[in-house]
Nanobody, 115 residues
């Protein structure tokens, strides 16, 4: 049973920064890709950023230049550094990991950006 545990959410003002972290219960080398998704009230869950085993990254247009995804292979963690936060970034953020067989999700962490 793979577990993904998010941490680092909370309340921040517009223009502020926040760092989310996701700790996996097994080596992250076993996943083809890891990423962060978010879901705002009344909206569908959307991809925020992803990082593949080789290190290539992908970002949603809305966060390019503001968010950075990174991985620490030694600690089996993936982080999302969020800068210049906007009220529209308010959502529940979910850690995601995928191997050849299935996709795994964390419980989610709330990020609220006040205007």
């Amino acid at each position: 049973q793979v577990q993904l545990a998010e941490s680092g959410g909370g309340l921040v003002q517009t223009g502020g920064s926040m760092r989310l972290s996701c700790a996996a219960s097994r080596t992250i080398f076993s996943f083809n890709v890891m990423g962060w998704y978010r879901q705002a009230p009344g909206k569908q869950r959307e991809l925020v950023a992803s990082i593949r085993n080789g290190g290539s990254t992908n970002y949603a247009d809305s966060v390019k230049g503001r968010f950075t995804i990174s991985r620490d292979n030694a600690k089996n963690t993936v982080a999302l550094q969020m800068n210049s936060l906007k009220p529209e970034d308010t959502a529940v953020y979910y850690c995601n990991a995928a191997d050849y067989f299935r996709t795994y999700w964390g419980q989610g962490t709330q990020v609220t950006v006040s205007s």
